[in-house]
């Protein structure tokens, strides 16, 4: 079982930067794929990020592209999420999540991620 737990969370206003961290309670935290993932009020669960096992590997939503940058430090066991430009519409519960089935490859969805953080809430004001 691994436990994963964000922080970084905040208000900001928009063109702002917030940067999220989440760390993982696992000896084997470079055998995963990291990923973050967001929801916001009355809409599903939405890909944003996610790097391989050496984090040579990444993707990004598109929505996403060029402001934010994920990265991770295995000798510390967290996955972080660099938030440049904030806008708006990127105001949502944000969620850590690890996958260890597929350590090499940057999977963007959902259903391939077998532990999940509790969320942390970003608000961007206009």
């Known amino acids: 079982q691994v436990q994963l737990v964000e922080s970084g969370g905040g208000l900001v206003q928009a063109g702002g930067s917030l940067r999220l961290s989440c760390a993982a309670s696992t000896r084997t935290f470079s055998s995963y794929t990291m990923g973050w993932f967001r929801q916001a009020p009355g809409k599903e669960r939405e890909f944003v990020a996610a790097?391989?096992?050496?984090?040579?590997?990444?993707r990004y939503a598109d929505s996403v592209k060029g402001r934010f940058t994920i990265s991770r430090d295995n000798a510390k066991n967290t996955v972080s999420l660099q938030m440049n430009s904030l806008k708006p519409e990127d105001t949502a519960v944000y969620y850590c999540?690890?996958?260890?089935?597929?350590?090499?490859?940057?999977?963007?969805?959902?259903?391939?991620?077998?532990?999940w953080g509790q969320g942390t809430q970003v608000t961007v004001s206009s």
């Open positions: 790097l391989n096992w050496s984090g040579g590997n990444t």
């Open positions: 999540a690890a996958n260890r089935r597929t350590p090499v490859a940057a999977i963007p969805s959902a259903a391939w991620y077998d532990y």
